[in-house]
């Protein structure tokens, strides 16, 4: 109970004294969190999109399934793979993207990807099916008939974007894996979190932890103003 | 009806797995201790003759030695077994601990790239490899995580007058486990502080990694401020829900000639020399 309170006491303290150290490790968690995501938006939402219209393309029997699969990938895994993809002896070793931010980028896309492909096929399917076959018969062009319902289903893709966006900025296996911690470069929000609790200063793992959800409060909300601005409840 | 079903299976698993500690008659003694001694395999060698001669179940939490000391000043183990001599004084003379007793040691080595770029393959105290590191400016991969390990690397540093900067470049205070730090150093070709246990249970995958200072065994180790000394403290009664028994039990039979044996016997059939060498006094004394 103690820890608690003094956990509540830092967090605060540490917040108002704006201490370069936090605040470089709150740029990078902000940095490689929102890069990965918009990547994984970039990507996600049109093939998400595509998926909900074409119901009859080969093979969905096993996509759809692997997709959903996906969008429970332990982030460990994810680290793991990724950590073996850009290792010295790994395939994409050339790139020396192992232990840095880059390498956590993409560790952190392929953990949001199949979670936006899924959350936004699922949202364009639920928009009244009689609605392309109209616009086509309006003579409505595919891109255009792709984009309105991608409009009509705003509110679920931004449920897609916001569990997206919890996912990884939440997780901690991949981007230690592949990050490696290092202070000044690689520690992130998570990171920090598991090496102060290891190092048995449980009130300031606590701190960042609440400084943690703050942000992630801070960042649904904006948001959720968006979804607001756009006309959903 | 189905619903029903599982929650009853679900209530009675909750209940038998809550009620497991009570229904047996087994006494749990919780130990905290440093990865080190886990890892390397040494308690599941040691401790099921405790558990049989003691009818005694040992949880160990195996963790940084930071967390270790914390557990114990927080009441939640009823007994430590780390290595990090000035903080294992501390934390007795603070009343948190009973009396400090040695256990066993084994040496800490400085391992680096195989070409060697700082040139202190050729030098035998780990402060002189340290400032050559340094005067390279050559990456040196630290724990940064306050472990055992990492407080004997910063007494070392402190040694050499040299203060190293996380932003300086060359030095990566990684804030991780030494596995996952000689990972890295293999990665990155970069030198750390490892205790030698890890090492030679880890060397056939760090093939871009080599002793640089401290030699192929603990004999060859010339430099004194190497020795790694463990040492076991039962926690403080007064802390309340102490297995106070249980701890004494655990020194006495950790400190005995006949665990020191075990304990120097372990390692040698897998790396051709012991990971930890015994060292309590009763040992000594024999």
């Known amino acids: 109970m103690e820890t608690l309170a003094r956990g509540f006491g830092e967090a605060v303290q540490l917040l ?218 | 009806m189905r619903l029903r079903i599982w929650l009853f299976v679900v209530v009675g698993l909750v209940a038998t797995s809550c009620s497991g500690d009570d229904a047996s008659e087994v006494h749990v003694l919780r130990l905290a201790t440093t990865t080190s001694t886990n890892d390397s395999g040494l308690l599941d060698s040691i401790l099921p003759a405790f558990e049989e001669e003691f009818d005694t179940r040992v949880d160990v939490v195996a963790v940084g030695t930071g967390q270790a000391i914390e557990l114990g000043q927080a009441g939640d183990a009823d007994v430590i077994l780390v290595h990090a001599r000035a903080r294992e004084d501390a934390f007795v003379a603070e009343g948190h601990g009973t009396e400090r007793s040695d256990v066993m040691f084994n040496d800490f080595i400085v391992v680096g790239p195989t070409d060697d770029p700082a040139g202190i393959a050729r030098l035998s105290l780990a402060t002189d490899g340290f400032r050559s590191i340094a005067g390279a400016e050559a990456t040196f991969a630290s724990r940064g995580d306050d472990s055992g390990t990492h407080s004997k690397e910063m007494a070392l540093w402190a040694e050499t007058g040299i203060t190293p900067d996380p932003n300086s470049g060359w030095y990566k205070s990684l804030g991780q486990g030494m596995g996952e730090t000689l990972n890295f150093a293999n990665e990155s070709a970069a030198y750390t502080l490892t205790d030698r246990g890890t090492f030679l249970s880890q060397s056939e995958r760090l093939p871009a990694l080599a002793v640089m200072i401290g030699g192929a065994s603990i004999d060859q180790n010339v430099d004194p401020a190497l020795l790694n000394p463990y040492g076991v403290i039962p926690v403080n009664p007064d802390k309340g829900g102490i297995n106070v028994d249980g701890a004494a039990e655990f020194v006495a039979w950790i400190t005995s000639v006949d665990t020191q044996e075990a304990i120097g016997a372990f390692g040698v059939d897998a790396f051709g020399q012991p990971l930890f060498y015994p060292d309590s006094e009763a040992w000594r004394s024999r």
């Open chain 1, 16 to 233: 108002l004294e704006f201490e370069p150290a936090l605040l470089e490790i709150v740029g990078l968690t902000l940095q490689v969190t929102l890069i990965a995501l918009a990547i994984a938006l970039v990507l996600g939402i049109p093939i998400g999109a595509a998926l909900g219209l074409a119901r009859r393309i080969p093979g969905r029997s096993v996509l759809v399934p692997l997709i959903y699969t996906g969008m429970g990938l332990p982030p460990v895994v994810v680290g793991l793979f990724t950590y073996l993809l850009l290792s010295n002896q790994g395939p994409m070793g050339s790139l020396e993207w192992l232990f840095t931010p880059s390498g956590m980028i993409v560790a952190q896309t392929i953990i949001a990807l199949p979670l936006v492909v899924g959350l936004t096929m699922a949202a364009v399917q639920a928009v009244d099916p009689d609605l392309p076959v109209q616009m086509r018969a309006l003579g409505a062009t595919r891109r255009q008939i792709a984009l309105t319902t991608l409009v009509e289903s705003r509110i679920g893709v931004t449920a897609a974007v916001v569990a997206a966006y919890g996912s990884i900025i939440s997780e901690v296996g991949a981007v230690m894996l592949v990050g490696g911690n290092i202070e000044g470069e690689t520690r992130v929000l998570t990171t920090a979190i598991v090496l102060e609790t290891r190092k048995g200063n449980f009130a300031l793992a606590l701190a960042l932890g609440i400084i943690l959800l703050a942000l992630a409060f801070i960042t649904n909300f904006v948001f959720y103003r968006l979804q607001l601005r756009q006309g959903g409840p």
